[in-house]
């Protein structure tokens, strides 16, 4: 790889949103619940796209913080976190009955299986068949007669659910480190990460951490996305907060208080918006903000603290300086 290659992979989330990202796109969310891509959701925002599909297996604040912003149109998903049921309405739950966002409801699995299967290349995968008895399969949007096919299997004469592959426009991803080629590793709870990039058309990656690609070498097995499918290499230390990353901060509980709370209104959310997002130019004066409301002592209690996993040994007779 030569090395413009390498630099054109790294830059801001403003570049890599503007970049690779646009209106009415299909944008798949890499991560499941933990290790969040907010800081490239914030810089979305930010840069009020508009008309956009979200496809998500669960989402907690996510969903609330785009549709707040006006730049979703539709959305596949299958849970959005309902703080106070009833009691307490969010920013989704509004939109959704005022008809202002369109939305497929889909099981998990079923989810990533259309994402399977689009990215090995499969226009469809099969998924179980209980789900013809529930209203995930009853009920239905903009995806209409191709939510689900049946066929007849041609091995057993059985009959069987299908669901379509697919292949969003572009995935974001926020992951623990990233070397300059793109090779982006992953540990912890995993959830959709690995099929959710890997089907999509681009890839834009925010990290904790750019390292050394020895380092990257030398822990093969923690990489869920090859540099060659990467399109953009972004550096966001806290790139996920207020969600935790495995190894480096917890989840900000009151922190997701706080905005569930100011969600329950749309003016409080509107506000949460503009403190939270559009007066703030990137994640570093976020964070910095975040400093100056609460204070350094409460950002550092989020801070894990270390438990390393043994090492692996990929030793072998011979070495590539000899082949």
């Known amino acids: 790889m030569v090395e413009e290659e390498v630099h054109d992979k790294a830059m801001t989330a403003s570049e890599a949103v503007k970049k690779f990202i646009?209106?009415?796109?299909?944008?798949?969310?890499?991560?499941?619940?933990?290790?969040?891509?907010?800081?490239?959701?914030?810089?979305?925002?930010?840069?009020?796209?508009?008309?956009?599909?979200?496809?998500?297996?669960?989402?907690i604040d996510e969903a609330d913080i785009l549709i707040g912003a006006g730049c979703l149109k539709r959305m596949v998903t299958a849970f959005t976190y309902r703080v106070g049921g009833a009691t307490l309405p969010t920013e989704f739950e509004r939109a959704w009955k005022e008809k202002r966002v369109e939305v497929e409801d889909h099981?998990?699995?079923?989810?990533?299986?259309?994402?399977?299967?689009?990215?090995?290349?499969?226009?469809?995968?099969?998924?179980?068949?209980?789900?013809?008895?529930?209203?995930?399969?009853?009920?239905?949007?903009?995806?209409?007669?191709?939510?689900?096919?049946?066929?007849?299997?041609?091995?057993?004469?059985?009959?069987?659910?299908?669901?379509?592959?697919?292949?969003?426009?572009?995935?974001?991803?926020?992951?623990?480190?990233?070397?300059?080629?793109?090779?982006?590793q992953l540990w912890g709870a995993l959830g959709t990460a690995k099929w959710s990039c890997l089907a999509s058309k681009k890839i834009v990656v925010s990290a904790e951490e750019i390292v050394d690609h020895e380092i990257i070498n030398s822990s093969p097995h923690l990489t869920i996305i090859p540099g060659f499918?990467?399109?953009?290499?972004?550096?966001?230390?806290?790139?996920?907060?207020?969600?935790?990353?495995?190894?480096?901060?917890?989840?900000?509980?009151?922190?997701?208080?706080v905005f569930f709370a100011m969600d329950a209104n749309p003016e409080s959310l509107q506000a949460f918006?503009?403190?939270?997002?559009?007066?703030?130019?990137?994640?570093?004066?976020?964070?910095?903000?975040?400093?100056?409301?609460?204070?350094?002592?409460?950002?550092?209690?989020?801070?894990?603290?270390?438990?390393?996993?043994?090492?692996?040994?990929?030793?072998?007779?011979?070495?590539r300086e000899s082949l």
Not at 29 to 48: D, K, T, Y
Not at 238 to 255: I, L, N, R, T
Request: glycine letters at 6%.
């Open 22 to 59: 646009s209106d009415g796109e299909s944008v798949c969310l890499g991560n499941f619940l933990q290790s969040s891509p907010l800081a490239l959701i914030h810089e979305i925002v930010r840069q009020r796209k508009r008309d956009l599909t979200l496809w998500s297996t669960s989402l």
């Open 107 to 184: 099981s998990n699995y079923s989810i990533m299986a259309m994402l399977m299967a689009g990215a090995m290349g499969l226009t469809f995968m099969q998924v179980p068949i209980t789900l013809k008895y529930t209203d995930i399969f009853n009920k239905r949007s903009f995806m209409g007669e191709n939510k689900f096919k049946e066929i007849d299997c041609p091995f057993t004469g059985k009959r069987l659910l299908l669901v379509p592959g697919v292949n969003p426009d572009v995935a974001i991803v926020h992951v623990q480190r990233v070397d300059a080629y793109g090779n982006a």
């Open 229 to 257: 499918r990467v399109n953009a290499v972004v550096l966001e230390p806290w790139g996920a907060h207020p969600a935790e990353v495995q190894g480096y901060y917890d989840m900000d509980v009151p922190f997701r208080g």
């Open 273 to 319: 918006l503009y403190e939270w997002i559009y007066n703030l130019e990137n994640r570093e004066e976020y964070i910095e903000h975040y400093i100056e409301r609460f204070g350094m002592k409460y950002l550092q209690r989020l801070k894990a603290k270390p438990y390393f996993s043994a090492p692996a040994n990929y030793g072998s007779s011979f070495t």
